[in-house]
């Protein structure tokens, strides 16, 4: 029926029946309205928690990049200083006209000196250093023929240059005794007063049954 209207009636206990009369038409059009809105509205909520979680993670993502570049700055750093007492070690100082002063003391020149008898290597080093621990781990390989034995050795080097000599907790950890493969993981008490800002690496030396150094290299510390 081309007049047909619907009728909605507004009642209330101290006021007069207010009716409001809406045509087929204007209802359809508001219901649509409505779903258009509902739809517009999930689509907005929608868009905003998928933003909100990117903003997240992006927020996330600038932290670890943050972190990871302070550690790199640091370790560069450390690094320089490894170059630094290394350059100082194995270059002589000139003193006056064809006259060279003596080369820096066994101690600095044994930190950075690289002993390889081929017999063996060391992959894969992890070495760190918190409250007033050291802890160690590599793979140690064997490349001669047959069985190897020995001890190995940790030195803490100092930002001076200076070495020391570390203990482990227990001892049996810095010894080895393989034909191929072996991982070493050692834990130690870093000398008393010396600070992490103190330490710039770890020298280690792979002795063998005779006590001959086959293997020494000095290595940064990690974070």
């Given at each position: 029926m081309?007049?047909t209207?619907y009728?909605?009636?507004f009642?209330?206990?101290d006021?007069d029946?207010?009716?409001?009369r809406v045509?087929?038409r204007?209802?359809?059009l508001?219901?649509?309205?409505?779903?258009?809105?509902a739809?517009?509205?999930?689509?907005?909520?929608a868009?905003g928690?998928?933003?909100?979680?990117g903003?997240?993670?992006?927020l996330?993502?600038?932290r670890?990049?943050e972190?990871?570049?302070?550690d790199?700055q640091?370790?560069?750093?450390?690094l320089?200083?490894?170059?630094?007492?290394?350059k100082?070690?194995?270059?002589?100082?000139?003193?006056?006209?064809g006259k060279?002063?003596?080369?820096a003391?066994?101690r600095?020149?044994r930190a950075?000196?690289?002993?390889d008898s081929?017999?063996?290597?060391v992959?894969?080093?992890r070495a760190q250093?918190?409250?007033?621990?050291?802890?160690?781990a590599?793979?140690?390989?064997?490349r001669?023929?047959?069985a190897?034995?020995?001890?190995?050795t940790?030195?803490?080097l100092?930002?001076?240059?200076?070495?020391?000599?570390l203990?482990a907790?227990?001892?049996?950890?810095?010894t080895y005794?393989i034909?191929?493969?072996k991982?070493?993981s050692a834990s130690a008490?870093?000398?008393q007063?010396?600070?992490r800002?103190?330490?710039?690496g770890?020298?280690v030396?792979?002795k063998n049954?005779?006590g001959e150094?086959?293997?020494g290299?000095?290595?940064?510390?990690?974070n």
């Amino acid at each position: 029926m081309p007049n047909t209207s619907y009728s909605v009636l507004f009642m209330r206990d101290d006021a007069d029946v207010k009716t409001l009369r809406v045509s087929p038409r204007r209802l359809k059009l508001l219901l649509w309205i409505s779903i258009c809105l509902a739809v517009l509205v999930t689509i907005g909520l929608a868009v905003g928690v998928r933003s909100y979680v990117g903003y997240r993670i992006l927020l996330k993502e600038r932290r670890d990049l943050e972190v990871r570049l302070a550690d790199t700055q640091v370790n560069l750093e450390r690094l320089g200083n490894l170059d630094k007492i290394q350059k100082g070690a194995s270059a002589p100082a000139k003193e006056g006209k064809g006259k060279t002063a003596e080369p820096a003391s066994g101690r600095s020149n044994r930190a950075f000196h690289k002993i390889d008898s081929g017999s063996m290597t060391v992959e894969n080093f992890r070495a760190q250093m918190q409250g007033g621990n050291v802890a160690v781990a590599f793979d140690l390989n064997n490349r001669a023929q047959g069985a190897a034995s020995g001890d190995i050795t940790l030195l803490l080097l100092r930002n001076d240059g200076t070495l020391t000599e570390l203990d482990a907790a227990t001892a049996s950890d810095l010894t080895y005794q393989i034909s191929r493969f072996k991982r070493i993981s050692a834990s130690a008490r870093a000398p008393q007063g010396v600070s992490r800002k103190e330490a710039l690496g770890l020298r280690v030396e792979i002795k063998n049954s005779s006590g001959e150094v086959i293997l020494g290299e000095t290595y940064a510390l990690g974070n």
